[in-house]
């Protein structure tokens, strides 16, 4: 019986996590099409009265798509990683921010600036919310998702 029920607990873990990932991947998609000049995908800038919402209650909307607003507190580009991310740590630096924004080694070609050095600003950051380990985060695709008073040089 126990195992029964440990199957069972597994099956529905994974199934929640491939909804994630679908719902992830459809995100990412429609955000490659915008920087390829396809009409239908999001463009947060220019659209007025976007949701938006605090860094610190990104955890209690997951999956969502939203806009997630705050002070970047460290902007980190993991240059030693294999993965070579970059992440915008939000409210605290890490490990004790509220969210995190995360650019790919793949995406960072996108940008015109070095998206770390948007460290002190406040900004608001346009996509699906997601968990990762626990804590929550928007995966930027392209630079649109990114909304800042000012873009480093």
């Known amino acids: 019986m126990k195992k029964l029920i440990v199957l069972l607990v597994l099956c529905w873990v994974a199934n929640v996590g491939w909804a994630q990932e679908e719902a992830q991947q459809r995100a990412e998609e429609q ?20 949701p938006h919402i605090a860094a610190s209650d990104a955890k209690l909307h997951v999956g969502e798509t939203l806009a997630v607003c705050g002070t970047i507190a460290s902007g980190v580009y993991n240059r ?12 605290k ?9 995360v650019i790919k080694r793949k995406n960072r070609k996108y940008f015109d ?25 928007i995966n930027v695709v392209i630079p649109k998702q990114i909304i800042a008073k000012a873009y480093p040089d």
């Open 31 to 50: 955000l490659e099409s915008a920087a390829n000049g396809h009409p239908q995908a999001p463009q947060p800038e220019q659209e007025q009265g976007i």
């Open 80 to 91: 030693k990683s294999q993965q070579k991310n970059t992440y915008l740590n939000f409210d």
């Open 93 to 101: 630096p890490y490990p004790d921010n509220t969210f995190t924004a």
């Open 113 to 137: 600036y070095k998206p770390e050095k948007l460290s002190g600003q406040w900004i608001c950051v346009y996509g699906l919310i997601v968990m990762y380990r626990a804590a929550p985060e």
